[in-house]
């Protein structure tokens, strides 16, 4: 099918670094003595831990539920014994720690019972949907936004298109690339069980055109489903970053999600292709998540590939795995060079969203003093969202960060197409992650101070109204007794003999 | 390998404002030599001597403001400046015209603003303006070219006249009217404009000399579109600005302007559109913004050639726009993604 795609403003043409991963096909990560386990490995609430030290868990039983709405739950990878529930380090650019399950495994690597549904149809779109909560799956793309919630097209909108994300426009990672080469049937078993949930039959599958392993196999796997008629793969023209959701939208049905909605509102759900493998496996197979295809490439790897990854696995045991040059303690990257973090802490585990570690860049950036900006505006050029990076780098710069908000700072993806353009060579996008970060804290500075002031309002009308009411007191207490000193005169009129102590009773 | 950037992306392209600098400086070379060729070798020793106090003065600069030598000693943008402003005066402008110039564009236009990328307006049209309005014989004294083509100006000639203010050589006199200051006062004396072309001061189709010198720079300009230097909206936006208003006047009164085609490669409007207005550091940013920007910038530069009191209008008409930057760059934001419409 051909299909008039739309564009967007700039982007970059970057060398893909693909090859280097692609040659072998996905191998199994061997199984690790110890798993950690975040319980924040998605956006929203972390997860709540529904087993103690000591315990025996099975692979893929439950260890934590979902909290709130925006959770999901967590399994464990593998057979073993909970050893801690603890705080350890957490792969995070700021190399956090956060609350974690560890996990020493058996080696036994025992399932527990899992129950697969063979026909999703006999099940209503809820039913599949807590499913698939249940089953841990968030959006393995990279963000972790849990999956459930971007299948429920609500009672107000009604979704018209489907677009399956397989655009892995960033160089080095080929997680996405691998998975659709080789798992294509249950990629379509995943988009028929999505398309049931959002009452959907409209869906395209987006691929770059520096792919056609992925693309044939798509292709070929869909001949044989003549049922998925209104499922198309749309090859697309190989531009960073158009794996990014808003950009993807706009390429393939030249719309724009407006600012601050979401892209149910015009109709559109995507998920990435990952994400549709695991929902399958979930569904079809009732396997949890509880692994990924993590790549690991980059100069300094001699073995580089795709790994299919138990959570929890130590990232440093997964780089020893491929080898690599690296040092204990060197620095790496986690996800892809344009969008992702340098993490250097060797007992990180892999997590949900953990995409691709890179060890050794080709042309990376060198460290250098930055020029001044000379407002040249190739950031704007590059810019696939129509932003003024330059001016934007001022107002954050000088911390003017009305002036940045105003300037649409919020609207940034953090691409790096900008910074990877500059001339002078700007950090720009750190300088933008700082400024958000600054109008964060201050947003929430502001609601504590807003809370504070209500609370201190409050105080004030209480401490007011009860003065009010004292006062009210009062003056029916001196009413009262003026009522009651008018009648003693009285009395005293009637008997002049009556001793009048009891005035000093009576006042206060 | 340690990663040498704290966050993403940890990847960069090949651009550098150094290279910008000497890609420019490269385009600018057929028209030196075509100068060479038309006005003599003197340009070569006025150029000199610009980069070179350009350099010194910026040296001390950087060293009185504490700033790092090296990075803005190499970042080119000096010797930008220093043969930008060498090409645009006479050829045998004497050598404390020269200083004075680079000396002011340095200090005052640049540093006293900031430095490389704060300054609101170009250094080399700021030093060009103020030794015009303050010298203005000296900066209008232009060698004739046609007597030159009879009695060539060697280097050592131009040197003496340089420093010395003695010409050595046989030529006559040194000073000749530039073709736009012929036609300003030749119109103003009530002549015809085809009248006016027979002076030997004409070429072609303008200035004898100027035409080819401007041909040359518009190749240079078309090197830097090409090398994604410069992008077209404002060259394109000036030459369209100053085509269309002398055209509709042209055709209107004939008999009181050159034509259009005069216009396009006369005095320094090649050189205006192609390096002085795109100067990023001080021209608009935004896309819609450099073409008002561009466009401004011909049309000023038309408006002063023709009514106002200097032949030439390009430099004042960059400063002039300089100045509107900020308002046109804030007025021409582009939309951003998902922007509701209005």
Same mark, same amino acid.
């Given at each position: ?59 893929? !039983? ?72 249940? $089953? ?54 995943? +988009? ?15 691929? #770059? ?11 070929? $796997? ?33 719309? !724009? ?21 695991? +929902?399958?496996?979930? +569904? ?35 780089? #020893? ?172 009129? #009637? ?12 006042? !206060? | ?18 290279? =910008? ?89 640049? &540093? ?38 009879? &009695? ?38 009530? =002549? ?6 027979? =002076? ?32 077209? &909206? ?28 005069? &216009? ?79």
């Amino acid at each position: 099918m051909t299909q008039k795609l739309g564009s967007f403003p700039g982007g970059l043409k970057l060398n893909g670094q693909k090859k280097r991963s692609t040659q072998v096909a996905i191998r199994k990560m061997p199984l690790s003595k110890k798993l950690i386990l975040p319980l924040q490995q998605h956006i929203g609430e972390a997860s709540i831990p529904i087993v103690s030290v000591g315990d025996k868990v099975l692979k893929g !039983q439950k260890i934590a539920k979902a909290e709130g709405h925006v959770s999901v739950a967590l399994h464990a990878p593998s057979s073993g014994t909970i050893i801690a529930i603890d705080e350890q380090p957490i792969p995070h650019p700021s190399g956090l720690s956060a609350l974690c399950i560890s996990i020493e495994t058996d080696g036994e690597d025992q399932w527990i019972k899992r129950q697969p549904i063979k026909d999703f149809t006999e099940h209503t779109e809820h039913e599949i949907r807590q499913l698939i909560r249940d $089953a841990g799956i968030v959006g393995l793309g990279g963000a972790g936004f849990p999956s459930f919630i971007k299948l429920n097209p609500g009672v107000h909108h009604h979704v018209e298109t489907l677009i399956i994300n397989g655009v892995e426009c960033e160089p080095y990672i080929t997680c996405d690339d691998m998975i659709m080469r080789e798992r294509a049937e249950g990629i379509l078993d995943g +988009i028929e069980i999505m398309c049931y949930a959002l009452h959907v039959k409209n869906c395209v599958i987006a691929i #770059e055109d520096n792919k056609p392993e992925a693309i044939s196999a798509l292709e070929l $796997a869909l001949g044989a489903r003549p049922h998925l008629k209104e499922t198309n793969v749309v090859v697309i023209p190989t531009r960073y970053p158009t794996g990014s959701e808003k950009q993807l939208i706009q390429v393939v049905t030249g719309k !724009q999600v407006p600012t601050g909605g979401l892209p149910i509102d015009i109709g559109i759900v995507s998920h990435n292709v990952g994400t549709t493998y695991a +929902i399958a496996r979930s +569904i079809k197979h009732g396997e949890p998540l509880i692994s990924r295809i993590v790549t690991v490439t980059g100069r300094e790897v001699e073995h580089a590939g795709n790994f299919e990854t138990l959570f929890g696995t130590p990232m440093h045991e997964l780089l #020893e795995f491929c080898g690599t040059k690296r040092q204990p303690e060197e620095p790496f990257i986690l996800g892809g060079p344009m969008m992702g973090y340098n993490l250097s802490g060797d007992h990180l585990p892999v997590t949900k969203t953990a995409n691709c570690i890179i060890v050794g860049v080709d042309d990376g950036a060198k460290a250098s003093t930055p020029l001044p900006c000379i407002r040249c505006g190739e950031c704007a050029t590059a810019c696939p969202v129509s932003l003024l990076p330059q001016q934007l780098y001022w107002h954050s710069r000088a911390k003017d960060l009305d002036k940045a908000k105003e300037y649409n700072l919020f609207d940034c993806i953090e691409c790096g197409c900008c910074s990877y353009v500059c001339p002078s060579e700007i950090p720009l996008v750190h300088y933008f992650r700082f400024a958000k970060t600054e109008i964060m804290n201050q947003q929430q500075e502001h609601a504590k101070a807003d809370i504070a002031r209500i609370r201190h309002e409050n105080r004030l009308a209480r401490l007011e109204l009860e003065q009010q009411e004292k006062e009210l007191r009062q003056q029916q207490r001196k009413a009262a007794l003026a009522a009651t000193q008018a009648a003693k005169v009285k009395q005293a009129a #009637e008997l002049p003999t009556e001793p009048q102590t009891t005035d000093s009773q009576e006042t !206060q | 390998m340690p990663l040498s950037r704290l966050s993403s992306p940890f990847l960069a392209g090949t651009n550098r404002v150094t290279l =910008q600098m000497l890609q420019l400086l490269a385009a600018l070379i057929p028209a030196i030599i075509a100068i060479v060729y038309f006005f003599g070798p003197s340009v070569l020793i006025t150029m000199t001597l610009a980069v070179v106090v350009a350099l010194l003065a910026e040296a001390i600069l950087l060293r009185l403001r504490n700033r790092p030598l090296k990075p803005f000693l190499t970042d080119g943008s000096a010797v930008v400046t220093a043969v930008l402003l060498a090409i645009a005066l006479p050829p045998l402008a004497p050598w404390w015209l020269t200083v004075t110039g680079i000396l002011f564009a340095i200090i005052f236009a640049k &540093h006293l603003y900031g430095g490389l990328g704060y300054n609101p307006f170009n250094p080399a049209m700021v030093a060009y303006v103020l030794l015009l309005i303050s010298f203005p014989l000296e900066m209008t004294t232009w060698l004739p070219v046609a007597n030159l083509s009879e &009695h060539p100006l060697d280097i050592s000639s131009a040197f003496q006249f340089i420093f010395n203010g003695q010409l050595t050589s046989s030529i006559d006199t040194v000073s000749g009217a530039t073709p736009l200051d012929a036609m300003k006062t030749q119109i103003g004396l009530h =002549q015809i404009p085809a009248y006016i072309f027979q =002076q030997p001061v004409f070429g072609l189709w303008g200035g004898k000399g100027w035409e080819w010198i401007n041909l040359w720079l518009a190749v240079g300009g078309v090197f830097l579109l090409y090398r994604r230097v410069i992008s077209w &909206h404002i060259p394109v936006a000036m030459l369209i600005g100053l085509s269309t208003i002398s055209l509709v006047t042209w055709l209107i009164a004939p008999e009181l302007t050159g034509s259009p085609l005069f &216009h396009l490669i006369s005095g320094g409007t090649m050189l205006g559109a192609f390096f002085i207005a795109t100067d990023p550091v001080t021209a608009s940013t935004t896309v819609k913004g450099k073409i008002v920007f561009g466009a401004g910038v011909g049309l000023l530069t038309y408006i002063i050639r023709v009514w106002g009191g200097y032949p030439d209008g390009v430099a004042f008409a960059v400063l002039i726009m300089n100045m509107l930057v900020p308002l046109i760059d804030y007025y021409t934001q582009p939309k951003v993604y998902g922007a509701v419409k209005r």
